[in-house]
């Protein structure tokens, strides 16, 4: 009976950490700059920062993360499992619908920001995949 009640602790035990496991595997880091500026693959080292733009992880097609940049057109964002394994197959995009206007007059009011995301698989550290933009570029809606 005691031996019983030791091998469901164990099994428990081992269930508990799988589970824990689990949650630790995956998660995706995505930073980054945003540019001010229209283009294809915008040079963020020759163009101004975007601040206070709203920035959306999107994986086929569903908003997964977001974040706002800050003041240097920096951003950060995590999202989970599912989402890491979408980027990694190229299944997610970065959005930036904040009109342009409105860190430059002289820009379009209408129209997005997007870039793919890029980074190497050997950036996987305890179970975080660390990502970054490949590049923005200027799409206009019509």
Do not use: W
């Amino acid at each position: 009976m005691a031996s019983r009640a030791v091998l469901l602790a164990v099994a428990a035990a081992c269930m508990l950490g799988a589970a824990e496991a689990k949650l630790k595997l995956g998660r995706l880091v995505v930073a980054g700059v945003v540019p001010c500026n229209t283009g294809s693959l915008i040079d963020i080292a020759t163009s101004p920062a975007f601040p206070d733009a709203d920035v959306e992880l999107r994986c086929a097609g569903k908003l997964v993360a977001g974040a706002t940049t800050n003041s240097n057109g920096s951003f950060s964002m995590e999202a989970d499992l599912t989402a890491a394994l979408a980027a990694l197959i190229g299944g997610c995009k970065l959005v930036v619908d904040t009109p342009l206007i409105k860190c430059n007059a002289d820009l379009p009011a209408v129209g997005s920001l997007v870039s793919y995301l890029q980074g190497p698989l050997t950036r996987l550290l305890g179970g975080i995949f660390r990502l970054f933009p490949a590049g923005f570029s200027f799409h206009g809606h019509l």
